[in-house]
Nanobody, 126 residues
Framework: QVQLVESGGGLVQAGGSLRLSCAAS????????MGWFRQAPGKVREFVAA????????YYADSVKGRFTISRDNAKNTVYLQMNSLKPEDTAVYYC???????????????????WGQGTQVTVSS
């Protein structure tokens, strides 16, 4: 059983930074691409960033490109999301996600992901 546990959310002023972490367990972490999604109140869950199994390839939503960086440490079974220059519109619950099939390349479609963490709240004040 795959388990994903996010941490690192909080309250930050606009222009500030946060680093989210997602600790994975239950299978060989390094064989799978990973992703981050977010869901704001009253909105659908949306793609934020994804990373290949090796960490060598990444993919970002246009809304976060240049501000957010996804990375992973396969030795620690952890994927990170460094968020800089935060804006009030980044306020949401952020979720870590993993596919059930071993997939090398990063994926942006929510339908590709089968396992989800419980989410961590990020609030950006203006």
């Amino acid at each position: 059983q795959v388990q994903l546990v996010e941490s690192g959310g909080g309250l930050v002023q606009a222009g500030g930074s946060l680093r989210l972490s997602c600790a994975a367990s239950g299978r060989t972490f390094s064989s799978y691409a990973m992703g981050w999604f977010r869901q704001a109140p009253g909105k659908v869950r949306e793609f934020v960033a994804a990373i290949s199994w090796s960490g060598g390839s990444t993919y970002y939503a246009d809304s976060v490109k240049g501000r957010f960086t996804i990375s992973r440490d396969n030795a620690k079974n952890t994927v990170y999301l460094q968020m800089n220059s935060l804006k009030p519109e980044d306020t949401a619950v952020y979720y870590c996600a993993a596919p059930s099939q071993a997939t090398a390349q990063p994926m942006g479609a929510i339908s590709e992901y089968d396992y989800w963490g419980q989410g961590t709240q990020v609030t950006v004040s203006s």
